[in-house]
């Protein structure tokens, strides 16, 4: 199918992104400034194009859903959200230098669906549990929180490897505005994610007759919104910021990876559909 070659194209298109940022980090030359933002958003272009043609064959094959339902198509969307939310950072903040540590989650991400078994790039017809409005919301809304969560990660290792603000460093954004960055990422991650729950427990009670069920990736995006939650009552009760902030931030993306593939291979549930078997 011709949206599988292209989203493959756009797997090593953002592995070249992400080598033109390193260029950037390591030379400092400005053109590749602009070579690589425009090489991203051409990327990120091609991979909605990717995304709309796998939903438009859908429809051709008389399926017609949204590309949200197994877990290729989940990490799919969950580069694109990674790579659109950081090109919005860099469009504001105009610091160019981000690049080179946010670009690989979405080269990875892309990378991990490549090698998905065939079974999970093929489109296939909804499980009845799939078949709700409720899951375009739920699934838009998660994937934007843990987009946004990996871009906070991202930042975060920069504050954490940043031990000046002269000589190198001085390139990156001062701490402080880093700091914020990381606190505006994540602020805008947990009400999406917040978002994503509550539809998602709605989505539940149509599918399965009931709310909340305790499933394993239930509980985990509820042990993931009470990191980010301790996160936001740390910043604005205790004060807390910087260093501490960051090292939560990243305790927070590493359960937001567990959520979303430690309890596909390791605990069975409802969620079991988006497995990769």
Known sequence: MWNIKILSWVTFLYLGCFLLYLSLLVFRKKALQKIATWATWLTLALHTAGII???IESHKMGIGHAPFSNLYESLIFFGWCITFLYLIIERKYKNYLLGAFVLPFSFLTMAYAS??????????????????NWLIVHVITCFLAYGAFAVSCGLSIVYLLKKSESGFWEIFPSKRQLDELIYQTIAFGFTLLTIGIITGAVW??????SYWSWD????????????????????????????????????GFASVLFTYFGVNFLLAGLHSYATPG
């Open 115 to 132: 090698f998905s078994p065939d079974v999970n790039s093929r489109i296939e017809p909804l499980l009845p549990a799939l078949k709700s």
């Open 53 to 55: 043609l796998r939903w």
């Open 216 to 251: 394993p990736k239930e509980t985990w995006s509820l042990i993931t919104w009470f990191i980010y939650a301790l996160f936001l009552h740390c910043r604005f009760v205790k004060g807390w910021k910087e260093k501490k902030m960051a090292v939560i931030s990243i305790i």
């Open 204 to 209: 539940a009670d149509k599918a399965w007759g």
